[in-house]
Structure formats: C-alpha cells, structure tokens
C-alpha cells in the first residue's frame, strides 16, 4: 500500500472562499486561479472497472484513460486546493477495485469532504480501512427482496447491501448514509416495500433515501425506463407515505449535465446526452474552458437548491 503524506497542513473541509495560493505558481497559472470558477463537488472517477453488469447503469460507456500513479493521483486533489471545491466525490465503475482507494480517500480527506459510492460486494472485507476517511457514503438498493433488486443489479448483492448496512450500525465511525433506488418498470409498485425495508434495517443511520429516474443511457433502459411523470407521481407517493420518517428526494427533470467528472489522468468531462465532453485537464490549467466550468457550476448550485426545497415540501 502506497502512503500518501498530505502537502496541507490545514484543514479545508467545509470551508466557504478560497484558499491560499500555494506557491511555485507562473503568473499564467496565478490568473486561472483566480479567474475560473469550479462548482462546489466534483466527481473523480477512481476506475471504469466493475465487478457488476448492472442493467441501470449508465456508466459504462466512458472515455478512455490512461490511469496515473497513486501519487499523482493524490496530486490532483492538491492542484484543485485553490478552487472554491469543498467535496470529493469518489466514485467509478466500482472504487473499491482499486487497491489505491483507502490512500486517496485518506489524502483527500485532509481537506475536503469526502463522498464515497460503492456497490457494497467488497465493502464487508474493506470497511475498516475506508470509514475513518468517508464523511457520506452511499449504497444502491433496488428491492425490498433479494429477486426484485437482483432484476436490475445481480444475485448476491441485496445480501451484501443488508451487511454492509449492518457493519455501519455497529461501527464507530458512521459517515451519512444515502440509499439510492433506480426507480424502473419493474419496481416503481414496491418503493413502499423498500423503504419500509430501509426504516427496519437502517434504524437512525439513513441520512437520505434518493429515488433516480431511469434515464435512457443504462444498458438496458428501454426495458426499465418509465416515463418521467410516472416516476414522480411514484416518488411523490412515497415521500406522502413516510412523511416525517424518511428524508427522500427524487431526480428532477433536467440537469443532466450539472456533473463534473475528474478521470485517473487528470481529464475533466462533463456528461451531454450519451457523450462527454472535455473541459480541460488538472495537470494544465491552460487547458480549462473557465466558461463551461462556470456554467456546471451554476446548474449544481442550482439542482441543488431545487433538490433542498423539493425535500422540504
């Protein structure tokens, strides 16, 4: 296991403005800086690689890359200190896979909140070495019963989503927990069942229960795809039926591009329709296209703000 020794002495987490320039800076550089504007989060994609073929998923079809080394890795946090960034999401493919996850995570969590999905397969056998370093974690569901959730993950995982859930009641370290639920054909009559499920199993740990709209970039969407006032109308109901016990939101029906995606080479995309496209790399500032960044910027601040008050009604 690499160790990645932090280059910040000081805590940035939460904080509001920017930080302090670091130094050995060109001018050039300098002005980026101070000129580009980042969004809040962004999300690094720790590998394409999976252990799953999950028919929802959209995340399959992603740019090529040639992976950097666990230092260089840790780099990239460093360069993006300067930017108004305050979480790292890290996610994949499947983050668990890489053996350098617990490093980075550890690195980055000197300074930024971290953020970390996972489909739980491996996450009983590597728990201890992740959860002194995650501030939210988040696991998909999407059955209340092993057959249900398996029609769109795969046997075995509904099991291990229940014992991951369990290691994070009995563990000292209990980061916030999101469930999320692909909402599909097959399960849209059963959120009642799954969160019925989720107030029995999670107890007081469940942070937030996110309900996703099956958009038509899965593998096999056409054949769990619902149409967008469907799925409201069954997000809706469930909000209405555990009012007050769960804290649920559902996906709205825009923002498809309000993400912004860091690769293990450093490259920054942002999702249109079923492509991505570049918006520069972290290793070169010059490379950054400021009006595009400042634009996601704009449509998080704003999914996220639409998402809160969503919440609230």
Known sequence: ????????GNSARGRTGQTALPGNKTDEETKTIMTVRFPHSVDFIITARCNLFCKV?????????????????AGLFDRLLPYNIDQIVFTGGEPLLDD???????HAHQNFRTFLFTNTML????HAALLPHVDRLSFSLDGDTAE??????APGHFEKVLESIRIIRDSPHRPRLQILT???????????????LLLERCGGILSRWKLNFCRDMGR??????????????AAEDTKAAFRGRLRIRYSLNQHDDAYLFAFPDGNLYTPEGRAYRPVGNIL???????????????KIEQRDRLLAEQEQR
């Open 1 to 8: 296991m690499v160790c990645v020794v932090p280059t910040c």
């Open 57 to 73: 998923c959209w995340g399959w079809e992603m740019p090529p890359y040639r992976p950097l080394s666990t230092e260089e890795r």
């Open 100 to 106: 350098a996850l617990p490093a980075l995570l550890a």
């Open 123 to 126: 996450f009983p056998d590597m």
């Open 148 to 153: 249900l959730n398996a029609a769109a993950r």
């Open 182 to 196: 692909v909402v599909t054909r097959q399960n849209h009559c059963h959120l009642q069942g799954i969160g019925g």
């Open 220 to 233: 096999y969407h056409k054949e769990f795809a619902l149409p967008y006032d469907t799925f409201a109308e």
């Open 284 to 298: 070169d500032p010059r490379t950054y296209d400021a009006a595009k960044l400042s634009t996601i910027a704009e």
